[in-house]
C-alpha cells in the first residue's frame, strides 16, 4: 500500500540539500505573506492615512547561513513569523493540494508533521522540542486553516480583506485600500481555501451556486465567488469582525461627530425616535446602528433582525435572529422580510434591523408605526434625500402597488431621523448629516438638517480633511417629544 507520504504526493528532497535562497517563483513577487510590505493603491494623490509599515529588516527570505543565526532569526518575532511562511510555502510547493480534504485531520497532521520537522532539519534551525511543536502547530494551522490569509486575518489593524483572485490580495487600514504581497500558489489553491471557509460553517459553493455569503466562527462577515460569475478566478471578501467593540466615544475620539451629536443621538433612542442609518459601503454604519443601541435602556425587549449576525447589543433581554439561504435542493430560504413579520409576533419593544436592502422596508416601516417605536435600520444611499429615494424603491420591490403619495406618507410617518455617515477621502468615517424628518408638503418630504460636517479642505501634509462638525441652528421638532421622555439638553445645544 502506498504510503501517506507518497498519498501526499510529495516530492522527493535530498536529505543534504542545500538551503535554498527561496528566491521568489516567477511572477510571484516578494514572495513574503507574513511581511505584508503594501504598495498603496495607486489612486489616492494625497499621502495615506497611515503609511504601510515598510517591510521589517529582521524579514528575509534568504535561508538562514548557520544554526546560530538561525537561532537569532526565529528568536525575533518577525523573523519568526517569517520562517512560518516560507515553511507554508515550500509545503505548498511539495505537497499535493488536491489529497489534502481526502485525508482526516490526524493522518494529515502526522505526516505534514514529518515533513516540516525535514525541511526544519534541512535548514539547519535550531528550534528545541517545545518550540518546533508550537512551530509545527502553526504552520499546520496556515496549512490548514486560512492558508496565506491567517497573518491579515491575525492582524489588528486590518478591518477588510479583499481578494481578487490568487495573486491579488488588499486591505483595508483605516479606511484605505492597500495592495498586499500575500498570494496564493495559484486559482485552485484559492478556490480550495474558499471551501474550507465556506464547508467549515456548513454552506457550499459550486458552479451551481457560485456564490455565498456566510460568517467564519469569529463572526468575520465573508462574501465568495468563484467562476464563472467571477472571470478573473475566485475572489473573496473579508470583513474582520472587530473584538475591541467600538462604541460611541470612541467615535468621538476619531472626530466620526461631536460630543454634543452623541448627546442629541442618546437622547433621541431613549425618547424612543424611529432612525435610519444612511451610508455607502463601509461608511460604517452598523457601527453606528451597534453605539446607537447601547443607548436603549436594559428594560427593553428587543429583537434584531440580520442577514448575517453583526450587532453586539450589551442589553440582557436581547432576542437575535438570522436570515438563511435555501439548501441545495433550493428550500429553507428565511428571508429578512420573514423575519421581520415573524418578529412582530414575538412581542419586540424595539425591533432593529440590521440593514434593509428589499422588500422587508414596508414591514419594518410598518413596525415603526404601530407600536414599535424606537426601532431602526441602515441602508445603502449617499445622503438622506437619497435613502428616502431608495426606500420608495424597496417599497416598490415588494410588489405592492402603492402610488407615490401614499408611500411618501407612510415614510414621513414612520422616519422621525436619518443619520448619514461617510467615509471620507482621507479614509475617515464620520457622520456627516443628523436630518429630523418632518412631515409632507404636497407630494414631498420635508427634512432639516440639526447637524451637519463643514468640509473646509485636505491639508496638505497630513492628508487629512479639514472640516468640523457643527449645528445648522434650527431648533428640531422633536424637542417636544425629548422633553415628554425627560430627556434634557444643553440650551445651545443647536445654537450656531
Ligand atoms: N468612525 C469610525 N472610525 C474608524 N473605523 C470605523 C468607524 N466606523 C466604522 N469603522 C470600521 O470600518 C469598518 C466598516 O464599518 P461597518 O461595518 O460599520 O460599515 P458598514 O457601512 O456597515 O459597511 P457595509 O456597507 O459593508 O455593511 C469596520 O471595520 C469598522 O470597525
Ligand atoms: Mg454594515
Redesign the pocket.
Known amino acids: 500500500m502506498a504510503s501517506l507520504r507518497d498519498r501526499l504526493g510529495v516530492r522527493a528532497t535530498g536529505p543534504a540539500a542545500p538551503a535554498p535562497t527561496a528566491a521568489p517563483k516567477p511572477g510571484a513577487g516578494p514572495a513574503t505573506p507574513a511581511a505584508t510590505a503594501e504598495r498603496q493603491q495607486a489612486a489616492p494623490a494625497a499621502p495615506p492615512a497611515a503609511p504601510p509599515k515598510p517591510a521589517s529588516p529582521a524579514v528575509s527570505n534568504a535561508a538562514p547561513a548557520n544554526r546560530q543565526q538561525a537561532g537569532a532569526q526565529v528568536a525575533s518575532r518577525a523573523g519568526y513569523h517569517e520562517l512560518k511562511s516560507r515553511m507554508h510555502r515550500k509545503l505548498i510547493d511539495v505537497l499535493d493540494l488536491s489529497v489534502l480534504n481526502t485525508m482526516s485531520r490526524p493522518e494529515l497532521e502526522r505526516e505534514v508533521t514529518k515533513i516540516i520537522n525535514d525541511l526544519i532539519n534541512q535548514e539547519g534551525i535550531n528550534l528545541n522540542r517545545r518550540e518546533r511543536e508550537t512551530f509545527v502547530k502553526e504552520v499546520l494551522d496556515e496549512l490548514l486553516g486560512f492558508g496565506p490569509l491567517e497573518p491579515l486575518l491575525d492582524d489588528p489593524d486590518v478591518?477588510?480583506i479583499l481578494v481578487n483572485g490568487p495573486k491579488q490580495v488588499y486591505v483595508e487600514r483605516r479606511?484605505k485600500l492597500y495592495l498586499t504581497n500575500v498570494q496564493f500558489k495559484d486559482d485552485g489553491h484559492l478556490a480550495q481555501v474558499i471551501d474550507r471557509i465556506v464547508s467549515g460553517v456548513g454552506r457550499h459553493i459550486d458552479e451551481a451556486q457560485p456564490m455565498c455569503d456566510c460568517r467564519l466562527p469569529d463572526g468575520s462577515r465573508v462574501n465568495a465567488v468563484i467562476p464563472p460569475v467571477a472571470v478573473d478566478g475566485p475572489s473573496l471578501s473579508i470583513?474582520?469582525f472587530?473584538k475591541d467593540v467600538?462604541g460611541i466615544q470612541a467615535?468621538i475620539d476619531?472626530g466620526?461627530l461631536s460630543p454634543m451629536m452623541s448627546a442629541v443621538l442618546q437622547a433621541c433612542v431613549k425618547s424612543r425616535l424611529n432612525i435610519l442609518i444612511s451610508?455607502g459601503?463601509?461608511?460604517?454604519?452598523?457601527?453606528?446602528l451597534n453605539c446607537l443601541s447601547a443607548f436603549v435602556p436594559h428594560d427593553e425587549r428587543i429583537v434584531t433582525c440580520e442577514e448575517a449576525v453583526e450587532l453586539q447589543l450589551q442589553q440582557p433581554h436581547v432576542v437575535r435572529l438570522e436570515t438563511r439561504p435555501p439548501n441545495l435542493e433550493g428550500r429553507g430560504e428565511v428571508t429578512m422580510g420573514n423575519l421581520v413579520k415573524n418578529c412582530l409576533r414575538m412581542r419586540p419593544e424595539r425591533i432593529i434591523v440590521g440593514?434593509c436592502r428589499g422588500g422587508e422596508a414596508l414591514d419594518m416601516l410598518q413596525a415603526m408605526n404601530t407600536g414599535h417605536e424606537g426601532s431602526m435600520t441602515?441602508l445603502?444611499a449617499n445622503s438622506p434625500r437619497d435613502a428616502i429615494g431608495r426606500l420608495e424603491t424597496m417599497i416598490a420591490m415588494a410588489g405592492m402597488d402603492l402610488p407615490a403619495r401614499a408611500m411618501r406618507v407612510q415614510i414621513a410617518s414612520a422616519i422621525d431621523m436619518i443619520v448619514q455617515?461617510a467615509r471620507l477621502n482621507d479614509g475617515?468615517?464620520k457622520i456627516i448629516n443628523i436630518t429630523e424628518v418632518l412631515d409632507m408638503e404636497g407630494d414631498i418630504i420635508t427634512m432639516q438638517d440639526i447637524f451637519i460636517y463643514e468640509r473646509k479642505g485636505m491639508d496638505p501634509t497630513t492628508g487629512k480633511v479639514i472640516g468640523q462638525h457643527k449645528p445648522t441652528g434650527v431648533q428640531p421638532r422633536f424637542m417636544e417629544r425629548l422633553k415628554s421622555y425627560g430627556q434634557q439638553l444643553p440650551e445651545d445645544c443647536f445654537k450656531l
Open positions: 478591518n477588510d479606511g470583513r474582520k472587530r467600538l467615535l476619531f466620526a451610508g459601503t463601509g461608511s460604517g454604519k452598523t457601527t453606528l440593514e441602515t445603502h455617515a475617515s468615517r
